[in-house]
């Protein structure tokens, strides 16, 4: 019986987990953690009985409490809860599906506690890559990516060699406004924005996916999951979201991943790596396949993605000042605070403004998100 503790239950990622879960019938749940949703907390809680819960709010966790005081489970708050969760004694991995850099944290504390790392929160390494790749070499533990790109990468990977690895290939869908320019997206509303082509997301990944800046996150988290240089990843749109990612050796051959988009893959994948299940779902037909397309990105319209490679490539601290400005500003953006085009706008704004930490702490890192945030505050 494989044991897992889960950090965001309640979201999509840890959802689709716990469905996983209910399917095989092999997993047992000793942790979980949510933000807000104590009611789907309660039922996750109800039906997988974990031990340990945690709430971000003690307020909603004291009303938790009362609402399961017939079960024998305790529950946490705060980031001294989610560090609970992570750590906790019996779990072997730690799903770590929470969004935003509060997950560097627990993602630390579980690697020194020796668990393996199910990784779909980029944000910990995009912003603490250099603290957590060498921490999960000391501590002996693997970091399995979840993200159905670094999925790919990591399938692809398997039976080559590693060192004779020459370029990845890491594709997206160009989002709801593939081949637009920018004087089209000036009137971008919020729902526009949430209407994804393909992937059923969260609200912030979806904007993230339109502007492209995620797909600029996911080139920095590929450079620390498989330890090569941001100029050997290449984004390559495929819209049909058939071929996930692909990987090209040093003889030519290329690798791909290819799938139906459904992010119970990769989840599954990581769960019982290095095993393959029997996972229901639709499957390829490609009978019924016309064609599968690529295309160049177009990082004069999406240049939050050109903003990413820049600071991937310098490094340091600006991959933090990338992702917290593009974090803020989405946040405004969904609460219809500032226009759709002004999002890599800000995160422009921010990283011109910011000078370089080479090697940043935790502290430093979470000290330069508070200067990013104080940054737009002031000026938007």
């Not at 560090?83 to 019996?90: G, N, Q, R």
């Not at 770590?96 to 910990?124: F, H, Q, S, Y």
């Not at 670094?150 to 990845?168: C, E, T, W, Y």
């Not at 988290?221 to 984004?235: M, R």
Request: glycine share 8%.
């Amino acid at each position: 019986m494989k044991k897992i503790a889960v950090l965001g239950s309640t979201g999509s990622i840890g959802t689709q987990t716990l469905e996983i879960v209910r399917t095989n019938g092999d997993i047992q749940v000793t942790a979980l953690a949510a933000g807000r949703n104590i009611t789907l907390l309660e039922e996750q809680i109800r039906e997988f009985r974990p031990g340990l819960a945690a709430v971000w709010e003690e307020e909603r966790a004291a009303e938790l409490r009362g609402r399961v005081r017939d079960l024998d489970v305790r529950i946490v708050s705060g980031m001294d809860g989610l560090l609970a969760v992570a750590a906790e004694t019996d779990s072997e991995i730690l799903v770590t599906a929470i969004v935003g850099m509060i997950g560097i944290l627990p993602t630390i504390e579980a690697i020194k506690a020796g668990k393996d790392i199910a990784l779909a929160n980029k944000e910990t390494l995009v912003t603490a890559g250099h603290i957590i790749i060498p921490l999960a070499e000391e501590y002996h533990v693997s970091i399995l990516p979840v993200d159905s790109e670094h999925s790919a990468i990591f399938q692809s990977l398997q039976g080559g060699q590693r060192k004779a690895l020459h370029k990845i290939l890491l594709t997206a869908s160009g989002g709801p406004f593939r081949g637009k320019k920018r004087e089209e997206l000036e009137n971008i509303q919020v729902e526009d924005a949430l209407k994804h082509p393909n992937w059923s997301m969260g609200r912030k990944i979806t904007i993230d996916s339109s502007t492209m800046v995620n797909k600029g996150l996911e080139v920095i988290e590929a450079k620390w999951l498989f330890g090569v240089k941001v100029d050997q990843i290449q984004v390559v749109v495929q819209p049909q979201s058939i071929i996930h990612s692909m990987v090209e050796y040093e003889d030519g051959a290329v690798i791909a991943q290819l799938g139906t988009p459904d992010m119970k893959l990769p989840i599954q994948y990581a769960l019982y790596y290095p095993e393959r299940r029997y996972l229901p779902g639709e499957r390829l037909d490609f009978a019924a396949l016309t064609e599968i397309t690529f295309e160049k990105p177009d990082m004069d319209t999406f240049y939050g993605l050109k903003l990413a490679y820049d600071a991937g490539r310098k490094g340091g601290s600006l991959p933090t000042v990338l992702n917290a400005a593009n974090e803020r500003a989405v946040a405004m953006f969904l609460d219809r605070k500032i226009r759709y085009l002004q999002i890599p706008e800000i995160i422009q704004a921010c990283m011109e403004e910011h000078r370089n930490i080479e090697s940043p702490t935790v502290e430093e890192i979470l000290k330069t998100e508070q200067e990013t945030y104080e940054f737009i505050k002031k000026r938007w």
